[in-house]
């Protein structure tokens, strides 16, 4: 299982969402109320080399993204210019090429095998 820790403000403090489960997809970060809030984030697994974080700029995986692997602590999304700018996500427990992230992106649709919210 991997955990990953959603902050609204750099440094991983403030408002915080920790998702611990196998793999999940937000079509919509205002269904969590946390769209275009997040500046950092800590993601984690025991097995860092299978584990995907993918945000998007927009809603329903479109817009320009952002790709992190492996166990990852990101203080300052400014230093990715995306801070406050993620509209939606996916976290995944196995890597994902940018070919399978442009599909989804084609797709709108999350990667089979994971749980999915909607709004």
Known sequence: MARLTLFAAR???SRRLQIRRHGLAIRNMSAIRFDNDLSSFRLRRNN???VTLVLF???NYQGSFRVFRGNTAIANLSNFNFNNRTSSLI???RNLT????RNI??????PR???????
Do not use: P, T, Y
């Open 11 to 13: 440094n991983f403090v």
């Open 48 to 50: 860092s080399a299978n």
């Open 57 to 59: 700029s927009q809603a």
């Open 91 to 93: 976290f995944i427990l």
């Open 98 to 101: 940018d070919a399978q992230i």
């Open 105 to 110: 992106q084609s797709n709108a649709r999350a």
């Open 113 to 119: 095998g994971i749980a999915e919210i909607r709004r």
